[in-house]
C-alpha cells in the first residue's frame, strides 16, 4: 500500500521561506511523479508543480515560478517543496501527490499525502 | 492556461441521482479526473480516464466525456457523498504540459 506521509504544519513570518517534505513508502519512488497542491482555507485546489524523481526535472505552474522549488531525494524516496518570499496569501494547506498517467490521456493522482498546513503570520 | 468551471454547488435527494459538470478546452485532449474532499482530509481519487474507478470506489460512482465537458454522476447518493468534488486535467496548452484543477461544486445530500 502506498503511503505519502507530509511534515508538520509551520508557522512563518512573511519573507521567510518554509520547506515541506513528502516520504513516500510502498511503491518505486523513482517512477512516478510527484506533484504538489495547495488548498487555501475555504478555496479550492490549486496544482503548483511536479517532479519525476528519476529525471530530476521539475515543472510549475506560472504562478509560482521563480518561487518555489520541487525537489526530491531518492535515497530516502522524499520529495521536498520549497516556497520563498512567503505573503499572507500563501497560507494554506500543502499536499503532495503521486501522478499517474496510462495510454497518453489518461493523467491522476492516485495517492496523496496528509497535508500540511502553513501558515504565514506576522 | 487553460481553465477548468464548474458549478460552485448541486444539491441531490438521498438516493437519486447527480451529475457534476467540468468544462474546459483542456477535456478536448485529455480525460478528466475526479476527487471528493470532505472536510478536514486530503482529496481523494473517485474517477479517472474513461470511466475507472480505483479500488474500494463504490459503483454509484461514474464518469464520462463529451467534447469539452466532462461528468461525474452519482447514482444513487448516500448521505457520505456529501463533499467538494474537483475536477482535474492535463493543461498541453503551454510547454511544458501542466495541470489544471476546476474550480470545485459542493454535493449536498439532502
Known amino acids: 500500500q502506498v503511503q505519502l506521509v507530509q511534515s508538520g504544519a509551520e508557522v512563518k513570518k512573511p519573507g521567510s521561506s518554509v520547506k515541506v517534505s513528502c516520504k513516500a513508502s510502498g511503491g518505486t519512488f523513482s517512477s512516478y511523479a510527484i506533484s504538489w497542491v495547495r488548498q487555501a482555507p475555504g478555496q479550492g485546489l490549486e496544482w503548483m508543480g511536479g517532479?519525476?524523481?528519476?529525471?530530476?526535472?521539475?515543472n510549475y505552474a506560472q504562478k509560482f515560478q521563480g518561487r518555489v522549488t520541487i525537489t526530491t531525494d531518492e535515497s530516502t524516496s522524499t520529495a521536498y517543496m520549497e516556497l520563498s518570499s512567503l505573503r499572507s496569501e500563501d497560507t494554506a494547506v500543502y499536499y503532495c501527490a503521486r501522478e499517474r498517467y496510462d495510454s497518453g490521456t489518461q493523467y491522476y493522482f492516485d495517492y496523496w499525502g496528509q497535508g500540511t498546513l502553513v501558515t504565514v503570520s506576522s | 492556461s487553460s481553465e477548468l468551471t464548474q458549478d460552485p454547488a448541486v444539491s441531490v435527494a438521498l438516493g437519486q441521482t447527480v451529475r457534476i459538470t467540468c468544462q474546459g478546452d483542456s477535456l478536448r485532449s485529455y480525460y478528466a479526473s475526479w476527487y471528493q474532499q470532505k472536510p478536514g482530509q486530503a482529496p481523494v481519487l473517485v474517477i479517472y480516464g474513461k470511466n475507472n474507478r480505483p479500488s474500494g470506489i463504490p459503483d454509484r460512482f461514474s464518469g464520462s466525456s463529451s467534447g469539452n465537458t466532462a461528468s461525474l454522476t452519482i447514482t444513487g447518493a448516500q448521505a457520505e457523498d456529501e463533499a467538494d468534488y474537483y475536477c482535474?486535467?492535463?493543461?498541453?496548452?503551454?510547454?511544458?504540459?501542466?495541470?489544471?484543477f476546476g474550480t470545485g461544486t459542493k454535493v449536498t445530500v439532502l
Open positions: 482535474n486535467s492535463r493543461d498541453s496548452s503551454g510547454n511544458p504540459p501542466l495541470y489544471v
Open positions: 517532479i519525476i524523481p528519476i529525471f530530476g526535472t521539475a
